[in-house]
Nanobody, 117 residues
């Protein structure tokens, strides 16, 4: 089992920046990738970014590419998502995800990010 706890969400003005953190615990040896997903109001959950645990290869969704950076600190078992130039349409609940090599998913409880003036 893996437990994920997000932090860092909140209210930010358009054009602003925010950093989300995800503290992971449990059987991290089985984890293959970690990532961030988001679920805007009334919409389905979608991938934002992912990163491999054993190397630095990362991927980003086109809608946020260039505005977000995913990173990890394996020593601290913590995943980060740096977001910049935020837009109102980035408003969503952001979820931390950990995926095993057998494609088992673990999820955090979610962090609300609201972009509004």
């Amino acid at each position: 089992q893996v437990q994920l706890v997000e932090s860092g969400g909140g209210l930010v003005q358009p054009g602003g920046s925010l950093r989300l953190s995800c503290a992971a615990s449990g059987n991290m040896g089985s984890i293959y990738t970690m990532g961030w997903y988001r679920q805007p109001p009334g919409k389905q959950r979608e991938l934002v970014a992912y990163i491999y645990i054993t190397h630095d290869k990362a991927g980003y969704t086109d809608s946020m590419k260039g505005r977000v950076t995913i990173s990890r600190d394996n020593a601290k078992n913590t995943l980060y998502l740096e977001m910049a130039s935020l837009k109102p349409e980035d408003t969503a609940v952001y979820y931390c995800n950990a995926k095993t090599i057998r494609a088992t998913d673990y999820w955090g409880q979610g962090a609300q990010v609201t972009v509004s003036s």
